[in-house]
């Protein structure tokens, strides 16, 4: 284990002062709870898993290629409308608009009655467009709906984590706060380390090592939870310094699961700590005060303040 310095003090011994180095990788898991990694040489299937990639597009691009779909069907369609001249009645010859919006009324099965098919191919087409507006229609309300009632986690996690003595123990510790104070069934955490190692064969590794922690489970999770591990000798974290973290390039990497009592389903929040995010010898901010009438009130303007 790397010895400490004068500037920076081991983990799990006598305190250190707050951390000025930054780390200068970026983050596995960004503060968002994504990942945040480049894969390279792995072949995509970007159309076979069409579905999926539906379902994980941001709503703005998700939106963007519905419409692209919608004007471009709606194009097709017209444009073989408009090359059957003369196949459709009350419409003006050879208008390009008419037969286009002819076909969003198709599309859209609306039918105002003011443009319709008069040949044999104006009537097969419009079958064809129906039959087509059937599987447009079912799909987008699918897809829609799966993306709304999927379930999500709306989980906060302090800025910062502590590491500070818990009845004599160096302890690691950060907050978790439900946003939507209803309760979190059954909620557990794992806190993981990764690191890169190296064997004694000089091969280069990344390795994760679960930090045991003195509270794991919680039968609800409605309000915030303060996460503890204890720096002891058996931690993967004792006697580290924050420059043998950053030369390893460490991450706190942080699941939080449990079940929405709201939504009945499973939900999951990630988030990662850098060494730099890591303060030593400080302690949060007490969020939990009592008022004259004796009511208790959690205040989440304190959840990330810290103090000596």
């Not at 691009?61 to 097709?76: D, E, P, R, T």
């Not at 098919?117 to 039959?131: G, I, M, R, T, W």
């Not at 009945?264 to 990662?272: G, T």
């Amino acid at each position: 284990m790397a010895q400490a310095t004068e500037e920076t003090r081991e983990v799990g011994r006598a305190g250190a002062e707050p951390a000025r180095m930054k780390a200068n990788y970026p983050p596995m898991v960004n503060k968002k709870g994504k990942l945040e990694v480049t894969v390279r040489g792995l072949r995509r299937r970007r159309w076979t898993d069409l579905y999926h990639r539906l379902l994980t597009l941001s709503w703005g691009g998700f939106l963007m290629v519905w419409i692209v779909v919608y004007l471009s069907a709606n194009l097709f369609f017209a444009t073989l409308f408009w090359l059957d001249r003369g196949g459709l009645s009350g419409a003006r010859p050879g208008s390009f608009e008419d037969a286009f919006f002819f076909s969003v009324q198709t599309l859209g099965t609306i039918g105002y009655g003011v443009i319709a098919p008069k040949s044999h191919f104006a009537n097969a087409l419009v079958a064809v467009e129906s039959f087509f507006s059937f599987g447009v229609s079912a799909l987008s309300t699918g897809l829609i709906f799966a993306r709304v009632s999927r379930p999500t986690a709306r989980v906060i996690f302090s800025r910062h984590a502590v590491v500070t003595p818990v009845n004599g123990v160096p302890t690691l510790m950060f907050r978790a706060a439900n946003e939507r104070m209803n309760q979190v069934l059954e909620a557990e955490v794992t806190v993981t380390l990764a690191r890169s190692l190296t064997t004694l064969e000089g091969v280069t590794y990344r390795a994760f090592q679960t930090l045991a922690l003195k509270r794991s489970r919680s039968p609800f999770f409605a309000l915030s939870w303060s996460v503890m591990h204890p720096v002891d000798e058996t931690s993967p974290l004792f006697g580290q310094t924050l420059e043998s973290l950053i030369a390893a390039k460490a991450e706190v990497v942080v699941v939080l699961a449990g079940v929405d009592e709201t939504l009945a389903q499973r939900i999951y929040a990630r988030h990662s700590y850098l060494p730099h995010d890591i303060v030593w010898e400080r302690r949060f901010a007490d969020i939990l005060q009592v008022e004259d009438d004796g009511r208790a009130v959690v205040d989440f303007g304190l959840f990330h303040d810290l103090h000596d």
